[in-house]
């Protein structure tokens, strides 16, 4: 069968950005499928085309993938009324690819909510089986964040949230809270599957040579963020730490932050300003750049702002890259991900807005390098056994083709 794939902020690993859906998408081809994926023009991500644009667009074959790349940028470093009108742009412009491609299932992925629009356009005017995967609870999560707060957009992000999950044959949710936020709104449970994220074995390789960023000693811990800088990231969470290391005095412990964002600015500023060299900025890199990074570490720092919302509904790439390469992890709010953590003892959870909790558990990782190491060995065995991308992709292409078949589609149809 054809798929229509639909996902804004699509990268491959030559880039900076999540490659869930790349992931995905190679997959259904090695099934047997063919794919078409429609995607924007991230500032971090690469698609892997690099021809002209042509009327804003641009189309070739990545990897198998049919990609349709739309001409609009995206940053998380840009403002929200920037990032809204990018959205919208995305999709009336997928829209009318939705109403004119051939294909035989619609797949949509969030963020952003708006992907659901041409995904209920291919459900109702073309008839086309749906599948729709929720990455982040949305409005609740930018309520919860206080990000938006008009009531008229909230009301209409609500409607769009509940026509998107009522036009969906089936659902995916990526965290144990997304299931429950969906079936919350009236979807029967058993269209809704819980995959989350995965562990791309293949790719966080230990072989892979290390990279030491300048101002770090051989010595030195290194505690790693790879990921957005923004507002739902919390990272004054490390700076808060970083200070309290200073007063310390160990300044053998370094927190190196890697990425991009708005809130990036004034977290460099506050370190300038406060004299924590003991934080290290770097620009967001490639997947094969990071993995050498990575190799250098000893701890990730998986993150968030303290929202409750994001408890049990997120599910970070960077804790599935961070076990998948043997890190243990800091964890610095409750929820699902500090379940498994105490679970598979393969890391520390701390509670949110407590900055000695934070540096107690960065000196007890510098203070105990076998029990640390030993944590790391036991991450890498948790992404082996429950988070493995090959075992986590095949049941999403089996979800996906289950709902084609339900729909008397099978490999060799002719989309139309």
Known sequence: MRILYIHQHFATPRGSGGIRSYQMARRMVARGHGVTMLCGRGIDGQTGL???????????????????EVDL?????????????????????TSRFVLTEKYDLLFATTTPLTVGVPGVLGRWLRRKPFVFEVRDLWPELPRAMGVIRNPV????MGVLEWASYR????????????????????????????IPNGCDLDIFATDVPVHQPAGIRDDDLVAIFAGAHGIANGLDAALDAAAVLK?????????????????????VERATREGLDNVVFLDAVRKTELVGLMNRADVGLQLLADVPAFYYGTSPNKFFDYIAIGLPVLNNYPGWLAGLIAEADCGIAVPPRDPEAFADA??????????????????RA???????????????????????????????????
């Open 153 to 156: 957009i909230l009301w209409a």
């Open 73 to 93: 940028s995206y940053s998380n470093r840009d403002g929200f009324v920037k990032r809204t009108m990018t959205f919208l742009s995305f999709m009336v412009r």
């Open 382 to 416: 948790l992404a082996e056994t429950q988070f493995a991308r090959d075992d986590l992709a095949r049941r999403w292409a089996e979800w996906i083709e289950r709902t084609a078949e339900e729909h008397g589609i099978g490999r060799i149809d002719s989309p139309s």
């Open 50 to 68: 690099s021809g002209p644009f042509e009327r804003g667009v641009r189309r070739g074959q990545v990897d198998g993938i049919d990609v349709i």
């Open 362 to 379: 960065l000196q007890a990782f510098a203070d105990d390098r076998d029990a640390t190491g030993a944590r790391g060995q036991r991450a």
């Open 167 to 194: 036009s969906a044959h089936r659902l995916i949710g990526l965290s144990p809270g997304i299931v429950e936020g969906i079936a919350h709104r009236g979807v029967d449970r058993g269209a809704i599957a819980m």
């Open 247 to 267: 007063r310390r005095g160990r300044d053998d412990i370094r927190i190196v932050l890697i990425g991009n964002g708005m809130k990036k600015p004034a977290l």
